[in-house]
């Protein structure tokens, strides 16, 4: 056999072998200041994102010789990390040559309820009023939508906001998002009413009072032999809790499924709502914190699970910050055995909405959907089975188990059984998280969860499940809201983010409010999604600007010619820059 490289040239042996690694050299003042940040952190691969945020938090951006100094030090090739850094919103990698970004960063959310509410022209007057020490940006859905518009300055919410309340805070420099307070009473939140829609840092339910109300008590019951699996897990299915992430899948289900697989097995819980329109579960976490964590042990307990990953969207910065607190707490005086906890922090991608997509990101890897099959229960998270689930689906788990099946399905309207939580915004005198009965139509919904509509404002057409879940007209609003029930309608209910228009609004610009965040946020697998966005947005704009044209014309201000129509262009998807961004000299 011939022993020599492929496609010809010396022998294996004669190979010349490179002193230095190929690609950036590796600066020694950049390799100290990684390794001073990482500390005695692992340097695990599924750990990259978590050690880019170290770096991004420390410089407000990432340098390209602290990128080559962390792909030595993780020994991965250069090409990886910059894959994954630029695939992701919030991190700003940075070339040699280039200008680092202002030190204060202020996003505008700009999706569907904010833009009801004039977050355009908050954006617009943003940067003269700021000036040029700051940045202002565009950003997809923050979790918000209930107080409209909203932004955000460094990692402080801006709720209702405007021009004056972004420049009050970018003067005091107020970047981080307000600490939370605990409250000493369960009693004192309560987690079935949205009242306090536009307070930052609500009130909480803390590990102390947790306990002092009976919690915990469940997961030691179960851990101490007073219940068994198959009940707990027969429980959940006559309950029928399906999976309140969007998808629908029973729980009680996934749970039995999972558990039949070999071990090991890892549980995954997303908390990544990045579907606008969508604040649910940063509603409940921010409240009652400890009543997820418990709903979580339990369907790791029942479906066998050894270890637990929690990944928590990079925009609920309290959020995280409440949770690393609580979760300390609980491991420093734990009511029982308790499995390894990880909280992993995302990093701005709404397709890491998706569960495979969101185990690739926990991988520390671009947040890109997994063919199936095999599926995640088979094989998930760092190859193990899986049972992924949305933060709301385990957050109902004890109520279901200590109160029983027959609680849960007793509520209910139109044929449907249980509850739900709905996320409500835009023309409402009420928006926020209601808790309502399964099959509640939206006209109920709005009338008696929502305080009916604005004084002067009708009904013309709602979401149902948020931006991927359809428009559909007043005309159908006495269509029952819950799994399966739009789908002959073309719509879904996915995570009931409703957004209520008004005769005020119009549904093409809605559809194009839509359609420019798919754009944006597509993963670019696909093609139909990647190209077809961009071009049905295109065509709506060329429309739009058509009508604009041919209005001036009608009322004579402008001369109308074949010229000053719009010409056709397809925009570059956002998220597709971002995956094609590859240095120079990283292979």
């Known amino acids: 056999m011939n022993d020599r490289v492929a496609g010809g040239g010396a022998p294996l042996e004669q190979a010349k072998v490179r002193a230095t690694p190929k690609g950036r050299t590796v600066d020694p003042g950049a390799l100290a200041e990684v390794q001073a940040l990482l500390g005695a952190a692992p340097r695990r691969r599924d750990l990259l994102i978590e050690h880019l945020h170290r770096i991004q938090d420390c410089y407000g951006c990432l340098p390209d010789r602290h990128l080559a100094a962390l792909a030595q030090e993780m020994r991965l090739a250069l090409a990886e990390v910059y894959e994954v850094a630029t695939f992701y919103h919030h ?35 943003l940067p003269a009023i700021l000036g040029k020490d700051v940045r202002v940006l565009h950003a997809p859905c923050i979790g918000r939508c209930a107080s409209a518009p909203a932004a955000v300055v460094g990692r402080h919410p801006v709720p209702n906001a405007t021009p004056e309340a972004v420049r009050a805070l970018v003067a005091r420099r107020a970047l981080e ?228 099946a027959a609680w849960f399905t007793g509520h209910g309207r139109n044929g449907r059984k249980g509850l739900r939580s709905f996320s409500v915004s835009g023309r409402v005198k009420k928006p926020g998280v209601h808790v309502a009965p399964a099959g509640i139509t939206v006209r109920e919904l709005i009338d008696e969860h929502c305080g009916g509509m604005p004084d002067g404002h009708e009904l013309y057409a709602y979401l149902p499940g948020g931006a991927s879940g359809g428009i559909l007209p007043a005309s159908m609003a006495d269509i029952p809201l819950d799994f399966d029930t739009l789908n002959k309608y073309g719509c879904f209910i996915g995570s009931a983010a409703v ?44 429309a739009a600007a058509r009508e604009a044209t041919e209005s001036l014309c009608r009322s004579g201000t402008r001369r109308c010619s074949r010229s000053s129509a719009r010409r056709w262009r397809t925009p570059r998807s956002a998220a597709s820059a971002r995956r094609r961004r590859i240095p120079s000299g990283a292979w």
């Not at 700003?92 to 004039?118: F, H, K, N, Q, Y």
């Not at 606008?276 to 921010?286: A, H, I, M, S, V």
């Not at 139909?528 to 709506?540: E, F, H, I, Y």
């Open 91 to 125: 991190f700003d990698v940075v070339e040699g040559g280039e200008p680092a970004p202002p030190a204060i960063t202020v996003r505008v959310c700009d999706s569907i309820a904010c833009e009801l509410a004039g977050a355009r022209t908050l954006a617009e007057k």
């Open 177 to 404: 998002h307000p600490e939370a307070r605990p409250v000493k009473r369960a009693a004192d939140v309560d987690v079935l009413a949205y009242h306090a829609a536009r307070a930052v840092s609500p009130g909480y339910v803390d590990y102390a009072a947790y306990r002092a109300a009976g919690g915990y008590r469940l997961i030691a019951d179960c851990l101490a032999g007073k219940r068994t699996r198959d009940e707990v897990t027969k429980t959940m299915e006559d309950a029928g809790l399906r999976g309140l992430g969007g998808a629908g899948f029973p729980a009680g289900r996934k749970w039995r499924i999972v558990a039949a697989e070999p071990a090991p097995r890892v549980m995954a819980v997303n908390i990544d709502e990045g579907e606008p329109g969508t604040f649910k579960d940063r509603y409940f976490l921010e409240r009652d914190p400890h009543r997820f964590l418990e709903g979580m042990l339990v369907a790791a307990w029942a479906a066998g699970v050894g270890e637990i990953y929690v990944y928590l969207r990079d925009e609920y910065a309290g959020c995280r910050q409440l949770l690393g607190h609580e979760l300390a707490r609980l491991a420093a005086a734990p009511p029982c055995a308790l499995p390894p906890i990880h909280l992993r922090r995302g990093a701005g991608a709404y397709v890491c909405g998706e569960e495979s997509a969101m185990i690739e990101s926990i991988e520390g890897k671009r947040g890109m959907p997994r063919l199936r099959p095999p599926y995640v229960a088979q094989a998930g998270l760092f190859g193990y089975p899986t049972p992924e689930h949305n933060m709301e689906t385990v957050f109902w788990v004890r109520d279901i188990i200590e109160r029983g």
């Open 499 to 542: 957004v209520i228009l008004s005769q005020n609004d119009r549904a093409v610009d809605a559809a194009r409010n839509l359609l420019r965040f798919f754009r944006d946020e597509s993963c670019g697998q696909c093609t139909p999604c990647r190209v077809g966005t961009a071009k049905a947005l295109a065509l709506m704009e060329q």
